[in-house]
């Protein structure tokens, strides 16, 4: 289902606990995103990565941090979680920069922050 | 940096008549605009996309218009149906590429 899979689909954690999520291609692609989907936000890119290793902040970073060790995982850590950070992540891959190539999305994770 | 506006925020049409979403862009160096339809609960997927050698591209009822002079894009849907229901976005690169979404649109179709 379009080579890309996101894990857990759904978390319940508690105010001040760490959530890592997981974001898993099968397509080889060298770029992968982060973004949260809140309403009245549209979709908010938090992290990127351009290579293994190579990753880099978005528009709202901040009390996120990402990984990416090997080509095909994205990890999105949430370092002490929020109540803010109750959203809708999406991951999303792309073959090339967004000039050329729309991305390709993730099912997503809905985190709620209690 | 790039930033996107998106309008209308919500959009009611009877079925078979038309709907149009308009986006703004103030990067003059953008030069890709993708649309994505986002149906309740599912992942945004590519519906369009437009490069900036050319006005418009049309896809059956589908279309999107580019008039980089005023830096806007608009997605036009023709003879709506129910299943046309979902949220609308609209895209365009930074200058690092990566891509800045508008706000979104909810579309209903009213049967």
């Known amino acids: 289902d379009a080579g890309i899979t996101q894990s857990p689909r759904h978390k319940v954690t508690e105010t001040g606990t760490p959530v890592t999520l997981r974001c898993h291609q099968t397509?080889?692609?060298?770029?992968m995103y982060w973004y949260r989907q809140d309403p009245g936000h549209g979709l908010r890119l938090i992290h990127y990565s351009y290579g293994v290793k190579d990753t880099d902040k978005g528009e709202v970073s901040d009390g996120y941090s990402v990984s990416r060790s090997k080509t095909e995982d994205f990890l999105l850590t949430l370092e002490s979680a929020t109540s803010s950070q109750t959203s809708v992540y999406f991951c999303?891959?792309?073959?090339?920069?967004?000039?050329?190539?729309?991305?390709?999305f993730g099912s997503g994770t809905r985190l709620t922050v209690v | 940096g790039e930033n996107v506006e998106q309008h209308p925020s919500t959009l009611s049409v009877q079925e078979g008549d038309s709907a149009v979403i308009k986006c703004t862009y103030s990067?003059?160096?953008?030069?890709?605009f993708p649309w994505y339809k986002q149906e309740l609960g599912k992942r945004p997927q590519l519906i369009i996309d437009i490069r900036s050698n050319v006005g418009e591209k049309k896809d059956q009822r589908i279309a999107v218009t580019l008039n980089k002079t005023a830096k806007h894009f608009s997605l036009h849907i023709t003879e709506t149906q129910p299943e046309d229901s979902a949220v609308y976005f609209c895209a365009a690169p930074d200058s690092s590429y990566k891509l800045i979404f508008g706000s979104g649109t909810r579309l209903l179709v009213r049967p």
């Open positions: 397509e080889n692609h060298r770029y």
């Open positions: 999303a891959i792309s073959e090339s920069t967004g000039y050329n190539y729309g991305y390709t």
């Open positions: 990067d003059s160096a953008s030069n890709y």
